[in-house]
């Protein structure tokens, strides 16, 4: 007997969007498509469960806005006898107001199952499954998500579903996050996760596990949203997982190396490329250039930004040392002054003492002009 369930997490129904200003009401209106979106794509691929793995709601108030219109959705999955397992995440834990929400929304959606915050088994014996799942409670918790598991196998398939974050290389140890080790231990054959907005397999010991990701475009941050897995299970064990886009916008970040773009026309040109009605674009500038290489970024956004939905330039490039025009700053100023003290001392110097003021020049106009710093 085969099975297939359709993961997804970090919905995040509700959520305001002020980052996006004038927009954020749009991708409010958006985040509920996708979600209407996503519940089609179940149906259509009449699989045999649903998986919520947290964040289903931006926040317990947010939410109260939000569950008539995720039990309406939700409910069109019992209306077809898909059941549906979803736990709390960190934004509309299992605790405090997030308590009476899950049972406002549990009461109103038919083969709904709301895991709590120990760790529960929910039996689906016409399917030979055992979902076992765990909700956040508010506040760190020193646990792991997976506590709890290995369970006794019951049934032919045992998957499980969590919110948290896996340990990673990158980023500093804490208590509570999930080992690739623990991972491995839980003995379920699909482990669905949710809290990263992005889509990323996490797999360990012979245990299938992934991050479905946001499947609508929630942070700038986090390029890889949108989507949506599908995942096929031949045997115990014997898992297949595709992502299937379900997102209508998504972020597309660029670095431009400004010093050998070939001049400020060469930069507009490469990131209308790139632009479109529903991209996010997150562009940054970088490297060390001359003042006729210099691109004009408030011209830039003008002239770019009616053709993405979201664009964000950071400019972390920087003049290059010897580049920097003393008649262009007057002398009655801060950068005018800063600007001809440092040539002078420029001029008073040689081997790496010149080099270091040269760059000490360059860095400080970057700093006075209001630009970030190269690390």
């Not at 009401?25 to 996503?38: D, G, I, K, S």
């Not at 506590?147 to 990158?170: I, N, S």
């Not at 992005?198 to 946001?214: I, N």
């Not at 700053?329 to 040269?358: L, N």
């Amino acid at each position: 007997m085969m099975l297939r369930l359709l993961h997804t997490s970090d919905v995040h129904l509700g959520a305001t969007f002020h980052v996006l200003g004038e927009r954020g009401l749009e991708q409010r209106r958006q985040v509920r498509e996708t979600f209407a979106r996503v519940i089609a794509l179940a149906l259509e691929e009449r699989v045999d469960a649903v998986l919520i793995a947290g964040d289903l709601f931006d926040s317990p108030t947010a939410g109260r806005a939000e569950v008539a219109f995720a039990a309406e959705h939700l409910g069109r999955l019992g209306a077809a006898g898909i059941p549906t397992c979803v736990v709390g995440g960190n934004h509309d834990p299992m605790s405090g107001p997030g308590a009476s929400l899950w049972r406002e929304l549990g009461a109103r959606a038919a083969h709904l199952t709301v895991f709590g915050p120990a760790p529960e088994a929910r039996a689906f014996p016409e399917r030979d499954l055992v979902v076992v799942g765990r909700s956040v409670v508010s506040g760190p918790s020193p646990e792991s998500p997976l506590a709890g598991l290995p369970v006794d196998r019951r049934a032919r398939y045992l998957v499980a579903v969590a919110h948290g974050t896996v340990e990673r290389p990158d980023v500093p140890a804490r208590a509570g996050q999930i080992t690739a080790a623990a991972i491995a231990a839980s003995g379920v054959d699909y482990l669905a996760l949710g809290d990263w907005h992005s889509a990323r397999e996490v797999s360990s010991g012979g245990v299938t596990a992934w991050y479905s990701g946001a499947p609508e475009m929630i942070d700038l941050d986090e390029p890889e949203s949108g989507t949506v897995c599908l995942v096929t299970l031949r045997a115990p064990g014997e898992v297949e997982v595709a992502r299937r886009q379900v997102g209508r916008r998504r972020v597309v970040r660029v670095t431009v190396d400004v010093a050998t773009a070939g001049g400020a026309e060469a930069v507009a040109r490469g990131l209308r490329a790139h632009a479109a009605p529903d991209v996010a674009l997150v562009v940054t500038l970088r490297g060390l250039v001359g003042l006729r290489d210099r691109v004009d970024v408030e011209r830039l956004r003008e002239d770019l930004a009616p053709e993405c939905f979201r664009l964000e330039i950071r400019d972390e490039s920087h003049l290059r040392p010897g580049a920097v025009d003393a008649s262009q700053y007057p002398d009655g100023t801060v950068i005018g002054r800063f600007v001809r003290q440092m040539q002078a001392a420029i001029a008073s110097r040689e081997g790496e003492a010149r080099e270091v003021a040269e760059e000490a020049l360059a860095y400080g106009v970057a700093l006075l002009e209001g630009r970030e710093v190269l690390s």
